[in-house]
Protein backbone atom coordinates (compact mmCIF):
# COMPACT_ATOMS: atom_id res chain seq x y z
CA UNK A 1 0.00 0.00 0.00
CA UNK A 2 2.87 2.40 0.49
CA UNK A 3 3.77 1.88 -2.70
CA UNK A 4 0.43 3.38 -4.31
CA UNK A 5 0.44 6.16 -2.05
CA UNK A 6 4.03 6.75 -3.46
CA UNK A 7 2.07 6.40 -7.52
CA UNK A 8 -0.17 8.95 -6.51
CA UNK A 9 2.11 11.70 -5.36
CA UNK A 10 4.75 10.70 -8.47
CA UNK A 11 1.33 11.67 -10.85
CA UNK A 12 0.57 15.01 -8.69
CA UNK A 13 4.28 15.86 -9.42
CA UNK A 14 3.94 14.75 -12.88
CA UNK A 15 0.83 16.56 -13.60
CA UNK A 16 1.77 19.68 -12.28
CA UNK A 17 4.85 19.46 -14.23
CA UNK A 18 2.95 19.53 -17.71
CA UNK A 19 0.41 22.49 -16.33
CA UNK A 20 1.27 24.37 -19.15
CA UNK A 21 -0.29 22.34 -21.54
CA UNK A 22 -3.85 23.02 -20.08
CA UNK A 23 -2.72 26.98 -20.25
CA UNK A 24 -1.89 26.51 -16.38
CA UNK A 25 1.45 28.58 -15.53
CA UNK A 26 3.15 27.13 -12.31
CA UNK A 27 6.44 27.61 -10.56
CA UNK A 28 8.73 24.23 -10.68
CA UNK A 29 7.26 22.07 -7.94
CA UNK A 30 9.90 20.63 -5.54
CA UNK A 31 9.62 16.48 -3.77
CA UNK A 32 9.70 16.74 -0.22
CA UNK A 33 10.83 12.72 -0.08
CA UNK A 34 10.23 12.83 3.98
CA UNK A 35 7.33 13.98 3.72
CA UNK A 36 5.91 11.84 0.86
CA UNK A 37 6.93 8.41 2.40
CA UNK A 38 5.69 9.97 5.94
CA UNK A 39 1.88 9.82 3.95
CA UNK A 40 2.69 6.81 2.13
CA UNK A 41 3.41 4.86 5.83
CA UNK A 42 0.08 6.77 6.90
CA UNK A 43 -2.19 5.82 4.50
CA UNK A 44 -0.92 1.72 5.28
CA UNK A 45 -1.13 3.11 8.68
CA UNK A 46 -4.93 4.36 8.66
CA UNK A 47 -5.46 0.52 7.12
CA UNK A 48 -4.01 -1.31 10.26
CA UNK A 49 -5.68 1.31 12.57
CA UNK A 50 -7.63 -1.98 14.01
CA UNK A 51 -5.02 -4.07 14.47
CA UNK A 52 -6.04 -7.50 16.10
CA UNK A 53 -8.77 -6.01 17.86
CA UNK A 54 -11.43 -7.36 15.40
CA UNK A 55 -9.72 -11.09 16.09
CA UNK A 56 -9.59 -10.18 19.66
CA UNK A 57 -13.50 -9.43 20.02
CA UNK A 58 -14.51 -12.67 17.93
CA UNK A 59 -12.46 -14.77 20.26
CA UNK A 60 -9.32 -15.24 17.99
CA UNK A 61 -6.29 -15.33 19.99
CA UNK A 62 -3.76 -13.33 18.01
CA UNK A 63 0.17 -13.79 18.22
CA UNK A 64 1.93 -10.83 16.34
CA UNK A 65 4.55 -10.53 15.76
CA UNK A 66 5.58 -13.92 15.66
CA UNK A 67 7.06 -16.41 14.15
CA UNK A 68 5.52 -20.32 13.76
CA UNK A 69 6.73 -23.46 11.70
CA UNK A 70 4.99 -26.77 11.47
CA UNK A 71 7.04 -29.43 13.10
CA UNK A 72 4.69 -32.07 12.19
CA UNK A 73 1.24 -32.38 11.10
CA UNK A 74 -0.71 -30.72 13.02
CA UNK A 75 1.73 -29.52 15.04
CA UNK A 76 3.71 -26.07 15.10
CA UNK A 77 6.25 -24.47 16.98
CA UNK A 78 5.17 -20.50 17.76
CA UNK A 79 7.92 -18.39 18.73
CA UNK A 80 10.42 -20.94 19.28
CA UNK A 81 9.74 -22.60 22.33
CA UNK A 82 5.99 -23.06 22.76
CA UNK A 83 4.58 -26.10 20.94
CA UNK A 84 0.59 -26.32 19.60
CA UNK A 85 -1.43 -28.90 18.40
CA UNK A 86 -4.74 -27.63 16.00
CA UNK A 87 -7.27 -29.47 14.36
CA UNK A 88 -6.64 -27.63 11.28
CA UNK A 89 -3.74 -25.35 9.83
CA UNK A 90 -4.36 -22.45 7.13
CA UNK A 91 -1.11 -21.17 5.60
CA UNK A 92 -1.44 -17.93 4.42
CA UNK A 93 2.95 -16.59 4.96
CA UNK A 94 3.32 -15.34 2.03
CA UNK A 95 6.61 -15.34 -0.09
CA UNK A 96 10.01 -13.36 -0.01
CA UNK A 97 11.57 -11.41 -3.03
CA UNK A 98 13.73 -13.55 -4.98
CA UNK A 99 17.42 -12.85 -5.44
CA UNK A 100 19.25 -13.86 -8.57
CA UNK A 101 22.56 -15.48 -8.33
CA UNK A 102 24.96 -12.70 -9.51
CA UNK A 103 28.10 -12.57 -8.17
CA UNK A 104 29.27 -9.32 -5.93
CA UNK A 105 25.19 -8.49 -5.66
CA UNK A 106 25.43 -9.58 -1.94
CA UNK A 107 28.45 -7.75 -1.14
CA UNK A 108 27.73 -4.68 -3.12
CA UNK A 109 24.44 -4.47 -1.46
CA UNK A 110 20.35 -4.02 -3.36
CA UNK A 111 17.50 -2.84 -2.00
CA UNK A 112 14.04 -4.84 -2.55
CA UNK A 113 10.58 -3.60 -2.86
CA UNK A 114 10.41 -3.41 0.89
CA UNK A 115 13.88 -2.16 1.91
CA UNK A 116 13.55 0.63 -1.04
CA UNK A 117 10.89 2.35 1.34
CA UNK A 118 13.33 2.53 3.91
CA UNK A 119 15.57 5.02 2.30
CA UNK A 120 16.13 8.50 3.97
CA UNK A 121 17.22 10.30 1.23
CA UNK A 122 16.63 9.94 -2.95
CA UNK A 123 19.42 8.43 -4.62
CA UNK A 124 20.66 10.03 -7.96
CA UNK A 125 20.83 7.10 -9.87
CA UNK A 126 18.78 3.60 -9.70
CA UNK A 127 19.07 0.67 -11.28
CA UNK A 128 15.99 -1.31 -11.28
CA UNK A 129 16.32 -5.58 -12.16
CA UNK A 130 13.16 -6.58 -13.38
CA UNK A 131 10.34 -4.50 -15.19
CA UNK A 132 7.25 -6.91 -14.23
CA UNK A 133 4.55 -4.58 -12.51
CA UNK A 134 6.88 -4.07 -8.93
CA UNK A 135 9.99 -3.02 -10.96
CA UNK A 136 7.76 -1.05 -13.26
CA UNK A 137 6.02 0.94 -10.64
CA UNK A 138 8.66 1.76 -8.78
CA UNK A 139 10.66 2.94 -11.91
CA UNK A 140 8.59 5.67 -13.17
CA UNK A 141 8.09 6.41 -9.47
CA UNK A 142 11.78 7.02 -8.71
CA UNK A 143 11.71 8.96 -12.59
CA UNK A 144 9.04 10.99 -11.49
CA UNK A 145 10.91 11.78 -8.55
CA UNK A 146 14.28 13.05 -10.29
CA UNK A 147 16.60 10.27 -9.98
CA UNK A 148 17.55 8.90 -13.18
CA UNK A 149 16.42 5.47 -13.99
CA UNK A 150 17.92 2.34 -15.86
CA UNK A 151 15.11 -0.66 -16.12
CA UNK A 152 16.52 -4.06 -16.92
CA UNK A 153 15.58 -7.28 -17.80
CA UNK A 154 16.50 -10.71 -19.09
CA UNK A 155 12.73 -11.01 -20.98
CA UNK A 156 13.00 -9.41 -24.57
CA UNK A 157 10.20 -6.65 -23.30
CA UNK A 158 8.97 -4.88 -20.27
CA UNK A 159 5.79 -6.63 -18.57
CA UNK A 160 6.24 -9.56 -20.35
CA UNK A 161 3.19 -11.46 -19.13
CA UNK A 162 1.14 -8.82 -20.71
CA UNK A 163 0.21 -8.37 -24.22
CA UNK A 164 3.26 -7.01 -26.62
CA UNK A 165 0.62 -4.29 -27.40
CA UNK A 166 0.65 -3.70 -23.95
CA UNK A 167 4.64 -3.89 -23.40
CA UNK A 168 5.24 -1.28 -26.41
CA UNK A 169 2.61 1.32 -25.44
CA UNK A 170 4.38 1.82 -21.41
CA UNK A 171 8.02 1.26 -22.85
CA UNK A 172 6.62 4.50 -24.98
CA UNK A 173 5.57 6.13 -22.20
CA UNK A 174 8.11 5.51 -19.54
CA UNK A 175 11.35 6.25 -22.75
CA UNK A 176 9.51 9.94 -23.40
CA UNK A 177 9.74 10.53 -19.58
CA UNK A 178 13.16 10.07 -19.50
CA UNK A 179 13.54 6.30 -18.38
CA UNK A 180 16.24 4.12 -20.16
CA UNK A 181 15.11 0.76 -20.77
CA UNK A 182 17.44 -2.05 -21.08
CA UNK A 183 15.56 -5.53 -22.26
CA UNK A 184 16.65 -8.97 -23.34
CA UNK A 185 20.38 -8.64 -21.52
CA UNK A 186 21.53 -10.49 -18.48
CA UNK A 187 23.71 -8.45 -15.29
CA UNK A 188 26.47 -10.90 -15.25
CA UNK A 189 27.95 -9.11 -12.25
CA UNK A 190 27.95 -6.18 -9.70
CA UNK A 191 31.18 -4.50 -7.86
CA UNK A 192 31.15 -1.86 -5.34
CA UNK A 193 33.40 1.14 -5.16
CA UNK A 194 33.66 4.60 -4.03
CA UNK A 195 30.01 4.30 -2.39
CA UNK A 196 28.77 3.91 -5.82
CA UNK A 197 27.83 0.14 -7.22
CA UNK A 198 28.64 -0.92 -11.02
CA UNK A 199 26.43 -3.39 -12.74
CA UNK A 200 27.84 -5.41 -15.33
CA UNK A 201 25.93 -7.04 -18.50
CA UNK A 202 26.41 -8.95 -20.97
CA UNK A 203 26.99 -7.93 -24.80
CA UNK A 204 25.96 -4.52 -22.82
CA UNK A 205 27.21 -1.29 -21.64
CA UNK A 206 28.07 -1.16 -17.53
CA UNK A 207 26.47 1.47 -15.52
CA UNK A 208 26.87 2.87 -12.32
CA UNK A 209 24.58 4.06 -9.55
CA UNK A 210 24.12 4.64 -6.41
CA UNK A 211 20.96 1.79 -5.24
CA UNK A 212 20.08 -1.26 -7.02
CA UNK A 213 16.55 -2.54 -6.56
CA UNK A 214 16.18 -6.28 -7.23
CA UNK A 215 12.22 -6.77 -8.36
CA UNK A 216 12.30 -10.36 -10.19
CA UNK A 217 9.60 -11.79 -8.56
CA UNK A 218 9.32 -13.50 -5.24
CA UNK A 219 10.13 -17.44 -3.85
CA UNK A 220 8.69 -19.61 -0.77
CA UNK A 221 10.90 -20.76 2.05
CA UNK A 222 9.38 -23.61 2.73
CA UNK A 223 11.87 -25.31 4.79
CA UNK A 224 11.24 -22.10 7.05
CA UNK A 225 7.54 -22.57 7.45
CA UNK A 226 8.79 -26.33 8.37
CA UNK A 227 6.59 -27.88 5.56
CA UNK A 228 8.92 -30.76 4.87
CA UNK A 229 8.23 -32.08 8.59
CA UNK A 230 4.51 -32.24 7.51
CA UNK A 231 5.37 -33.73 4.68
CA UNK A 232 3.37 -31.39 2.65
CA UNK A 233 4.82 -30.25 -1.13
CA UNK A 234 6.55 -27.52 -2.20
CA UNK A 235 8.80 -25.54 -4.45
CA UNK A 236 9.90 -22.20 -4.60
CA UNK A 237 6.95 -21.31 -6.59
CA UNK A 238 4.40 -22.15 -3.70
CA UNK A 239 2.81 -24.96 -1.79
CA UNK A 240 1.42 -27.68 -4.37
CA UNK A 241 -2.11 -27.25 -3.73
CA UNK A 242 -3.44 -30.34 -5.69
CA UNK A 243 -6.70 -32.85 -4.49
CA UNK A 244 -3.52 -35.60 -3.41
CA UNK A 245 -2.74 -32.86 -1.08
CA UNK A 246 -6.71 -32.79 0.16
CA UNK A 247 -6.54 -36.27 0.71
CA UNK A 248 -3.69 -36.93 1.97
CA UNK A 249 -3.31 -34.09 4.20
CA UNK A 250 -6.73 -32.90 5.10
CA UNK A 251 -6.04 -30.90 7.85
CA UNK A 252 -3.77 -28.42 6.01
CA UNK A 253 -5.61 -25.19 3.78
CA UNK A 254 -3.18 -23.04 1.75
CA UNK A 255 -4.13 -19.68 0.04
CA UNK A 256 -2.70 -16.36 -0.78
CA UNK A 257 0.73 -15.75 -2.23
CA UNK A 258 2.13 -19.11 -0.55
CA UNK A 259 0.08 -21.16 -2.95
CA UNK A 260 1.80 -19.37 -6.15
CA UNK A 261 -0.45 -18.21 -9.07
CA UNK A 262 -2.06 -14.74 -8.97
CA UNK A 263 -0.16 -12.60 -6.58
CA UNK A 264 -2.34 -10.33 -5.71
CA UNK A 265 -3.90 -8.89 -2.59
CA UNK A 266 -7.08 -9.41 -3.89
CA UNK A 267 -6.33 -12.79 -4.79
CA UNK A 268 -5.28 -13.16 -2.01
CA UNK A 269 -8.01 -12.21 0.26
CA UNK A 270 -10.97 -14.13 -1.39
CA UNK A 271 -8.95 -17.45 -0.86
CA UNK A 272 -8.61 -16.39 2.40
CA UNK A 273 -12.02 -16.52 3.07
CA UNK A 274 -12.41 -19.43 0.98
CA UNK A 275 -9.65 -21.64 2.95
CA UNK A 276 -10.76 -20.44 6.28
CA UNK A 277 -14.59 -21.78 5.71
CA UNK A 278 -12.56 -25.04 4.45
CA UNK A 279 -10.63 -25.21 7.63
CA UNK A 280 -13.41 -24.37 9.95
CA UNK A 281 -16.40 -26.14 8.58
CA UNK A 282 -14.45 -29.02 7.07
CA UNK A 283 -15.70 -28.49 3.56
CA UNK A 284 -13.35 -28.24 0.27
CA UNK A 285 -15.08 -25.43 -1.48
CA UNK A 286 -12.58 -23.92 -4.55
CA UNK A 287 -11.94 -20.93 -5.72
CA UNK A 288 -12.59 -19.48 -9.28
CA UNK A 289 -9.41 -18.38 -10.61
CA UNK A 290 -11.01 -18.21 -14.14
CA UNK A 291 -11.52 -14.22 -13.66
CA UNK A 292 -8.25 -12.33 -11.93
CA UNK A 293 -8.71 -9.12 -12.90
CA UNK A 294 -5.18 -7.55 -12.32
CA UNK A 295 -3.83 -3.60 -12.71
CA UNK A 296 0.10 -2.52 -12.45
CA UNK A 297 -0.14 1.34 -11.21
CA UNK A 298 1.89 3.11 -13.60
CA UNK A 299 1.03 5.89 -15.50
CA UNK A 300 -0.92 5.02 -17.96
CA UNK A 301 -1.89 2.08 -15.84
CA UNK A 302 -2.15 -1.36 -17.36
CA UNK A 303 -5.21 -3.41 -16.74
CA UNK A 304 -5.84 -6.88 -17.34
CA UNK A 305 -8.23 -10.05 -17.02
CA UNK A 306 -8.36 -13.32 -18.91
CA UNK A 307 -6.31 -14.65 -21.66
CA UNK A 308 -4.05 -12.89 -24.04
CA UNK A 309 -4.73 -13.46 -27.69
CA UNK A 310 -1.75 -15.58 -28.42
CA UNK A 311 -2.68 -18.29 -25.16
CA UNK A 312 -6.29 -18.32 -26.77
CA UNK A 313 -5.42 -19.25 -30.05
CA UNK A 314 -2.34 -21.78 -28.22
CA UNK A 315 -5.42 -23.20 -26.42
CA UNK A 316 -6.83 -23.92 -29.98
CA UNK A 317 -9.32 -21.47 -29.85
CA UNK A 318 -10.57 -19.21 -32.91
CA UNK A 319 -10.53 -15.41 -32.11
CA UNK A 320 -12.12 -12.48 -33.06
CA UNK A 321 -9.72 -9.10 -31.97
CA UNK A 322 -10.77 -5.71 -30.67
CA UNK A 323 -8.78 -2.96 -30.59
CA UNK A 324 -9.66 1.22 -29.82
CA UNK A 325 -6.44 3.12 -29.55
CA UNK A 326 -6.63 5.74 -26.70
CA UNK A 327 -5.94 8.92 -28.91
CA UNK A 328 -8.93 8.27 -31.27
CA UNK A 329 -11.37 9.16 -27.84
CA UNK A 330 -12.35 12.63 -27.27
CA UNK A 331 -12.32 12.36 -24.01
CA UNK A 332 -8.24 11.54 -24.31
CA UNK A 333 -8.25 14.79 -26.42
CA UNK A 334 -9.49 16.59 -23.59
CA UNK A 335 -7.37 15.43 -20.67
CA UNK A 336 -4.20 15.20 -23.26
CA UNK A 337 -3.55 11.60 -22.82
CA UNK A 338 -1.55 9.96 -25.78
CA UNK A 339 -0.50 6.55 -24.42
CA UNK A 340 -2.67 3.49 -24.64
CA UNK A 341 -5.34 1.44 -25.79
CA UNK A 342 -8.17 -1.57 -25.35
CA UNK A 343 -7.50 -4.86 -26.80
CA UNK A 344 -10.34 -7.62 -26.65
CA UNK A 345 -9.84 -11.05 -27.11
CA UNK A 346 -13.65 -12.82 -27.86
CA UNK A 347 -14.58 -16.32 -29.18
CA UNK A 348 -15.33 -16.42 -32.72
CA UNK A 349 -18.19 -18.51 -32.90
CA UNK A 350 -20.09 -17.95 -29.34
CA UNK A 351 -18.87 -13.95 -29.14
CA UNK A 352 -17.63 -15.14 -25.05
CA UNK A 353 -15.29 -12.44 -24.45
CA UNK A 354 -11.81 -14.63 -23.22
CA UNK A 355 -9.63 -11.63 -22.26
CA UNK A 356 -9.62 -8.03 -21.95
CA UNK A 357 -6.42 -5.21 -22.14
CA UNK A 358 -5.91 -1.81 -21.29
CA UNK A 359 -3.58 0.69 -21.35
CA UNK A 360 -5.01 4.09 -20.27
CA UNK A 361 -5.23 6.52 -17.46
CA UNK A 362 -7.90 4.82 -14.96
CA UNK A 363 -7.80 1.40 -16.33
CA UNK A 364 -7.76 -0.48 -13.21
CA UNK A 365 -11.79 0.67 -12.86
CA UNK A 366 -12.54 0.37 -16.42
CA UNK A 367 -11.50 -3.40 -16.76
CA UNK A 368 -14.52 -4.21 -14.89
CA UNK A 369 -16.79 -3.56 -17.56
CA UNK A 370 -15.11 -6.85 -18.73
CA UNK A 371 -14.70 -8.51 -15.64
CA UNK A 372 -18.66 -8.63 -15.81
CA UNK A 373 -18.88 -9.80 -18.88
CA UNK A 374 -16.63 -13.20 -18.00
CA UNK A 375 -18.38 -13.44 -15.16
CA UNK A 376 -22.05 -13.47 -16.61
CA UNK A 377 -20.57 -14.87 -20.02
CA UNK A 378 -21.81 -12.57 -22.18
CA UNK A 379 -21.50 -12.09 -26.01
CA UNK A 380 -19.26 -8.93 -26.98
CA UNK A 381 -21.78 -7.94 -29.30
CA UNK A 382 -24.33 -7.79 -26.44
CA UNK A 383 -21.86 -4.83 -24.78
CA UNK A 384 -21.03 -3.55 -28.03
CA UNK A 385 -24.62 -2.19 -28.31
CA UNK A 386 -25.50 -0.87 -25.03
CA UNK A 387 -25.07 2.58 -24.62
CA UNK A 388 -21.92 4.42 -22.93
CA UNK A 389 -21.65 7.92 -21.54
CA UNK A 390 -19.72 10.66 -23.90
CA UNK A 391 -17.14 11.62 -23.16
CA UNK A 392 -15.55 8.95 -21.28
CA UNK A 393 -13.14 6.59 -21.76
CA UNK A 394 -15.52 3.80 -21.70
CA UNK A 395 -16.39 3.95 -24.86
CA UNK A 396 -13.14 2.61 -25.75
CA UNK A 397 -14.62 -0.52 -24.17
CA UNK A 398 -17.54 -0.29 -26.73
CA UNK A 399 -15.42 0.27 -29.90
CA UNK A 400 -13.08 -2.59 -29.07
CA UNK A 401 -16.27 -4.72 -28.12
CA UNK A 402 -17.70 -3.86 -31.22
CA UNK A 403 -14.93 -4.55 -33.69
CA UNK A 404 -14.57 -8.07 -32.35
CA UNK A 405 -18.44 -9.22 -32.41
CA UNK A 406 -17.59 -8.39 -36.49
CA UNK A 407 -20.18 -6.10 -36.49
Not at 45 to 55: E, K, S, T
Not at 123 to 131: D, L, Q, T, Y
Not at 286 to 293: C, G, H, K, T, Y
Not at 398 to 403: E, G, I, V
Amino acid sequence: MPTKALVRTARLLHLIRGAGRYGIKVGAPELEWHRAIGRAFQVRDHMLRFGANPFNKAGVEVRFPCQAMLIGERKLLIGGSEEVEATSVLIAAGMEPVVPPVPGLHEAGYLDNERILDLKELPHRIAVIGSGPIGCEFAQIFSRFGVQVTLVDLSARILPQEEPETSAAVRAAFEAEGIEIRTGIKMTSVEAANGMKRAFFESCASIEVDEILVAVGRSLDGEALGLHTAGIEWSNRGIKVNDQLRTSRPWAWAAGDVVGGPLFTHVATEMGHVAARNALRGTADRLDLRIVPRVTFTDPEVASVGVTEAAAKKSGRKVRIGFARVVDAEKAQIDSLEYGHVKVVADAKTGELLGCHIVSESAGDMIHEAVAMMAARTPVKVVAKAMHAYPTLSELMRSALNSASGA
